[in-house]
């Protein structure tokens, strides 16, 4: 069974970077789109950004263009969110998903396979 497995969260002051990882454990990872997403204490789950099966398409949340960066090697089945520019309301747990499809979308309810998600906490 596919498992998606995130790291690189952590403590961060306002300004700075993080770059989050997102790793597959099968090599069908090619055939499928990932989607990056968040949720803050309180809120609902947010599409922050998603990238399509193969790096070439690529979709933003408005609260999040120009700072974050969202790219993949399919050689190393992972997924990367580089995160700059932090601000406080970034702060957040961060999933990343499988979409059971190649093309990118930023809705959570399109997403079939979650990972257990990583900490990001923007200090102001």
């Known amino acids: 069974q596919l498992q998606l497995v995130e790291s690189g969260g952590g403590l961060v002051q306002s300004g700075g970077s993080l770059t989050l990882s997102c790793a597959a454990s099968?090599?069908?990872?090619?055939?499928?789109?990932i989607g990056w997403f968040r949720q803050a204490p309180g809120k609902q789950r947010e599409g922050v950004s998603c990238?399509?099966?193969?790096?070439?398409?690529?979709n933003y949340a408005d609260s999040v263009k120009g700072r974050f960066t969202i790219s993949r090697d399919n050689a190393k089945n992972t997924v990367y969110l580089q995160m700059n520019s932090l601000k406080a309301e970034d702060t957040a747990v961060y999933y990343c998903?499988?979409?059971?499809?190649?093309?990118?979308?930023?809705?959570?309810?399109?997403?079939?396979?979650w990972g257990q998600g990583t900490q990001v906490t923007v200090s102001s």
């Open positions: 998903a499988r979409r059971s499809s190649s093309t990118c979308s930023r809705n959570p309810n399109e997403y079939d396979v």
């Open positions: 990238i399509n099966n193969v790096g070439r398409s690529t």
């Open positions: 099968r090599l069908t990872w090619g055939y499928y789109a």
